[in-house]
């Protein structure tokens, strides 16, 4: 099993096997904090609506007059703050997808080699196969590599 990188707070190896539901976790994770950070600020703070469909939190100013409204308000500042941190992560995972790499052959290819736009790797295929190939992939376990072409 190729282990692409140690999730410490699940305590699990995110490998091979379960990828593709680490990135699709990670992406609805995104979108449930945001929509509750979302709900959160436009409930405490006074919202103004945006082309008749968004609505956003507009006026924060009387948010710290009542405990229960400073408590929601420093909580959805929080959940857009993790929101922020697991999109990087989703990036971060995405462009790695994209170059055919783990995170440990990322690691210990070293920033001296630039790693981060090296397209001579020996395990890629191309930004748009190497996504085809781990989302649309037979068998889950098994990565692409040079020896099955």
């Known amino acids: ?3 692409n990188l140690v999730c410490f ?11 593709r539901s ?3 976790c990670l992406f609805f994770f ?4 945001s929509y ?3 709900l959160t600020l436009t409930t405490v703070c006074i919202p103004e609506m945006y082309f008749d469909y968004f609505l956003l939190p507009a006026d924060c100013e009387y948010v710290y007059s009542d405990t229960h409204n400073s408590m929601c308000f ?3 500042l929080l ?3 993790i ?3 697991a999109g990087i992560l989703l990036l971060q995972q995405i462009f790695l997808i994209s170059q055919n790499r783990t995170w440990l052959e990322a690691r210990h290819a070293g920033l001296a080699r630039c790693w981060l736009f090296n397209a001579k790797s020996i395990s890629s295929y191309g930004c748009w196969r190497n996504c085809w190939n781990f989302w649309f992939r037979a068998s889950s376990g098994n990565y692409i590599t040079n020896m099955d072409v």
């Open 1 to 3: 099993m190729m282990a």
């Open 9 to 19: 707070r699940i305590n699990q190896c995110i490998g091979a096997n379960n990828h």
């Open 22 to 24: 680490f990135v699709l």
């Open 30 to 33: 995104i979108l449930a904090v």
């Open 36 to 38: 509750g950070a979302h």
């Open 74 to 76: 420093v909580s959805g």
């Open 79 to 81: 959940a857009v703050a």
């Open 83 to 85: 929101a922020i941190l």
